[in-house]
């Protein structure tokens, strides 16, 4: 398996896109790190390339986020909230249904910042949330996950993009708390440290129904994994994922510095690293490995077994 994804990162080596520059921290990453990890359901990981540079999880928390969300206040309360539509709009837009004022769903900004909200026990503190998320994405990643203080820094200081779409659900009632608060904490899950053998780790969880092949502990029940699985599926590649559900066919979510995170529900967990972009926001070196990975070992979702 190691030469196998060696063989495919060779393949896939010509890179073409920009670095996410919005956030000036991540605009001094190594464009031209390139690692994959892919993670079975036994809970073995194989990993090739860069597999030990560490980087922000950035959007890829937003699936994660969304499912502790679930399991801690349930389907309906957070469907009240955030919708299950994708938006066919790019991660930062302001996308509202017309008729309930709910973001569209909790795979771009708007409905991530407003799914932070609903994560742990109503009442909690904003420390007290935090720690549940954090806590939370180390679950799934099966080792302490811990902020990157500088990104978190850097993003807090350019941020006003998301506290327009914060301060916008707040005026639709959906939230009611301190917008200038949530974007902080938002911005703080976004700034959380992995690795790709990290994210295939989260990713096997995922496709596991919610126990972490790897440590054995059952961080989630399975309805909730298949909830987020359907809507990763439909929204995680933001106004690529119609493309993407058709060329790789597998449940997805990527992050601006670079990374994308795939779960195929009972067989495997994947990711890739590279920090170059393309015009949707997803890694262009990252889709190419999915799509390579998937087309040979015929883990579309939508092939005959
Ligand atoms: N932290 C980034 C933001 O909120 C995450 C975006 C992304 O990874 N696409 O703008």
Same mark, same amino acid.
């Given at each position: 398996?190691?030469?196998y994804l060696e063989e495919v990162l060779g393949a896939c080596a010509e890179d073409?896109?920009?670095?996410?520059?919005y956030i000036p921290e991540l605009a001094s990453a190594d464009p031209d790190r390139?690692?994959?990890?892919?993670?079975?359901?036994?809970?073995?990981?194989?990993?090739?390339?860069?597999?030990?540079?560490?980087?922000?999880?950035?959007?890829?928390?937003?699936?994660?986020?969304? #499912?502790?969300? +679930? $399991?801690?206040? %349930? &389907?309906?309360?957070?469907?009240?909230?955030?919708?299950? /539509? *994708?938006?066919?709009?790019?991660?930062?837009?302001?996308?509202?249904?017309?008729?309930?004022?709910?973001?569209?769903?909790?795979?771009?900004?708007?409905?991530?910042?407003?799914?932070?909200?609903?994560?742990?026990?109503?009442?909690?503190?904003?420390?007290?949330?935090?720690?549940?998320?954090?806590?939370?994405?180390?679950?799934?990643?099966?080792?302490?996950?811990?902020?990157?203080?500088?990104?978190?820094?850097?993003?807090?200081?350019?941020?006003?993009?998301?506290?327009?779409?914060?301060?916008?659900?707040?005026?639709?009632?959906?939230?009611?708390?301190?917008?200038?608060?949530?974007?902080?904490?938002?911005?703080?899950?976004?700034?959380?440290?992995?690795?790709?053998?990290?994210?295939?780790?989260? #990713?096997?969880? +995922? $496709?596991?129904? %919610? &126990?972490?092949?790897?440590?054995?502990?059952?961080?989630? /029940? *399975?309805w909730v994994c298949r909830q987020v699985l359907a809507v990763m599926a439909t929204?995680?590649?933001?106004?690529?994922?119609?493309?993407?559900?058709?060329?790789?066919?597998?449940?997805?979510?990527?992050?601006?510095?670079?990374?994308?995170?795939?779960?195929?529900?009972?067989?495997?967990?994947?990711?890739?690293?590279?920090?170059?972009?393309?015009?949707?926001?997803?890694?262009?070196?990252?889709?190419?490995?999915?799509?390579?990975?998937?087309?040979?070992?015929?883990?579309?979702?939508?092939?005959?077994?």
């Amino acid at each position: 398996m190691p030469d196998y994804l060696e063989e495919v990162l060779g393949a896939c080596a010509e890179d073409d896109g920009e670095l996410a520059d919005y956030i000036p921290e991540l605009a001094s990453a190594d464009p031209d790190r390139l690692a994959v990890a892919l993670t079975t359901l036994d809970g073995e990981t194989y990993a090739a390339g860069d597999a030990d540079e560490r980087f922000t999880v950035q959007s890829i928390s937003k699936p994660f986020v969304y #499912a502790l969300a +679930l $399991a801690d206040r %349930g &389907l309906d309360a957070v469907l009240e909230a955030v919708g299950t /539509e *994708p938006s066919g709009d790019p991660f930062n837009e302001i996308s509202l249904e017309d008729h309930s004022g709910r973001p569209r769903n909790p795979m771009i900004n708007i409905g991530a910042i407003t799914t932070h909200s609903l994560v742990g026990t109503p009442g909690c503190t904003v420390e007290e949330r935090f720690e549940r998320v954090r806590s939370g994405l180390s679950a799934f990643a099966g080792r302490e996950l811990e902020v990157d203080e500088r990104v978190f820094a850097s993003e807090r200081a350019h941020a006003d993009r998301n506290l327009a779409l914060a301060y916008m659900v707040s005026s639709r009632g959906i939230i009611s708390e301190d917008p200038a608060v949530l974007v902080q904490e938002y911005t703080r899950q976004c700034s959380v440290v992995v690795d790709v053998r990290d994210l295939s780790a989260m #990713a096997a969880t +995922l $496709a596991n129904g %919610g &126990l972490n092949p790897a440590t054995g502990v059952r961080v989630l /029940e *399975p309805w909730v994994c298949r909830q987020v699985l359907a809507v990763m599926a439909t929204c995680g590649m933001y106004d690529a994922a119609g493309d993407w559900l058709s060329s790789v066919g597998i449940p997805a979510k990527s992050g601006v510095a670079g990374g994308i995170m795939g779960a195929l529900p009972g067989q495997v967990g994947l990711a890739t690293f590279s920090p170059r972009l393309d015009g949707f926001g997803n890694s262009s070196r990252g889709v190419r490995i999915c799509e390579r990975l998937s087309r040979d070992m015929g883990l579309h979702l939508m092939s005959l077994p």
